[in-house]
């Protein structure tokens, strides 16, 4: 993902987003259900889930249709970017 296409994803920080395919790691654990508001709340789960989850199967879809579907890759190269202004009004 290139710089212009981050930016694009940081303007709509505040869009509705889902977070799907995350796993536990723990033995005989249910695979969790991620409730988050915002694709920055997103981007910051995902961001942070390891060692707790598995994300090699995360999908990140916005609210917003110009926004592509994430996956682990991107979301961590964002957070890389950006950090904690995702969380920023």
């Known amino acids: 993902m290139d710089r212009p296409a ?11 987003a889902t977070v799907s395919g995350v796993r536990s790691t723990g033995q005989g654990q249910a695979d969790p259900i991620i409730r988050v ?29 110009s926004i592509p579907r994430l996956g682990g890759l991107e979301a961590k190269a964002l957070w890389r970017e950006y950090g904690e202004r995702w969380s920023e009004e």
């Open 6 to 16: 981050m930016a694009s994803v940081f303007r709509v920080r505040h869009a509705p």
């Open 37 to 65: 508001r915002s694709l920055g709340e997103a981007i910051r789960f995902v961001a942070h889930a390891f060692p707790q989850y598995d994300i090699s199967a995360v999908a990140i879809t916005a609210g917003d249709p």
